[in-house]
Structure formats: C-alpha cells, structure tokens
C-alpha cells in the first residue's frame, strides 16, 4: 500500500531549538519525497524536494531509503517557521502521477 | 502571473442539493489535480486530469462525485446529492506537466459545508 506516515500531529520547540518533523513511507517502487508547507491563512506550497538536494529556509531533508523515511531537519529553528507542515511522494501509477501526503505536523516555535 | 483561483472560496449548501466547485489552473499548465482535506487530515487525492481527460479518477470515493475539464484549462468539481460527509475543503492544484517530479502549486481551497 502507498502510504505517508507522520507520526506527530504537534510539535512545539523553542526558537533557536534544533527541529526534526519526522516522516516515513510506504511504496513500491522508487518514489520521489517531497515537504510542502502551509503557514497561517496562505495556501499549501512547496518546501523542499529531494531531488533537488537543497536547503531552504534553512530546512533539508534527507532521503533514507532503508529505513522509507525522508525526516525534515533545521539546526535553529524560528518563529517564523512555524505552519504546518505535509511530507508527501510523487510515485507511478500507470502512466499518471499523483501525490500522496501525510496527515500533517503542526510546529510552533516559541520565543 | 496569477496562481491557482478556486471559486467559490466558500460554499454552505443544503444536504441533498448540487454543487460545482470551480478551479482556474495557472495559464500553460496541462496537469491538474484535485484533493479533498478533512479536518485534522491531509490532503486526499481525488482526480487528476493530464489535459482535458481524466487520467486517474480512482480517488473519487463514489458516483456523486464528477469532475470535467473540457478545454484544458478550468476544470470543475460537481458533488450531487451532497451528504454531510462532503463537509471539507476542496484543494485543487496544477503542474507544467505532471511528471514525477514537478512542484504542484496549489489553489486556496473552496470550503464546503453541509448542512
């Protein structure tokens, strides 16, 4: 079964705190990950990708294919930052393409 | 340029009555999806259209739910005989070309409530 699993609803840190938002998958094949964002009162927007292998907002992701996760990191994190937060993956399906997300992670940086 | 414009942002409607949920892609993209997202829940794939056929409609969880795209380029939702149960937001988003890897960008949802 295609599934994305994000195991906290809620995180809270504190600014400057180091942040993981933690998410593992379920597919076979090879799927593309993908970490969309949504902050207060904006629409759902990407993230980062891995393909791309960059960092944004100070955010990477590293793919572990052992272990089907694709956990979200940043060293220090900031108000700003919090949103909520969708691990989702792009995989084949036929000749389609779809994305399949998780359930979501709330941040809240606090000061 | 403008980005993905859903209409109405807001919908109240009667169980049992019609609707149609409008989605405008960004001008040039040929992929478009739509996404159903429950309270506390991500979003849930519904239909994807590559041009102006459904390439995968395997996410529409019955027969009250269509959706048509019949220039390519709007696409609308239509729910009939709506149940309380339709209650969510209604996500749709498009892509350049829908491959595996292309960012979707995504509307700012239609909210649809039955009451």
């Known amino acids: 079964a295609q599934r994305v699993t994000q195991p906290e609803k809620l995180l809270s840190v504190f600014k400057g705190a180091p942040v993981e938002l933690k998410c593992n998958y379920s597919?076979?094949?090879?799927?593309?990950l993908f970490w969309y964002v949504q902050y207060s009162r904006q629409r759902l927007q990407l993230l980062l990708r891995h393909i791309s292998r960059e960092s944004i907002k100070g955010f990477t992701a590293d793919l572990n294919k052992g272990e089907t996760s694709f956990h979200l990191k940043k060293p220090f994190a900031q108000e700003e930052d919090s949103a909520m937060y969708y691990c989702?993956?792009?995989?084949?399906?036929?000749?389609?393409?779809?994305?399949?997300f998780g359930t979501g992670t709330r941040l809240k940086v606090l000061a | 340029g403008a980005g993905v414009s859903q209409t109405p942002s807001n919908k109240v409607t009667e169980k049992g009555k019609y609707v149609e949920l409008r989605c405008d892609p960004i001008?040039?993209?040929?992929?478009l999806y739509w996404y159903r997202q429950s309270l506390g829940q991500g979003p849930e794939f519904l239909i994807y259209?590559?041009?102006?056929?459904?390439?995968?409609d395997s996410g529409l969880p019955n027969d009250r739910f269509f959706a048509v795209r019949p220039e390519g380029s709007v696409s609308t939702l239509k729910i009939q005989r709506t149940e309380r149960g339709d209650s969510a937001v209604y996500l749709c988003?498009?892509?350049?070309?829908?491959?595996?890897?292309?960012?979707?960008?995504f509307g700012q949802g239609t909210r649809l409530t039955v009451v």
């Open positions: 001008s040039g993209h040929t992929a």
């Open positions: 597919y076979s094949g090879s799927p593309e």
């Open positions: 989702a993956l792009s995989g084949s399906s036929g000749r389609t393409y779809k994305y399949i």
């Open positions: 988003a498009s892509s350049p070309s829908g491959g595996m890897n292309t960012e979707a960008f």
């Open positions: 259209f590559q041009g102006t056929g459904a390439a995968d």
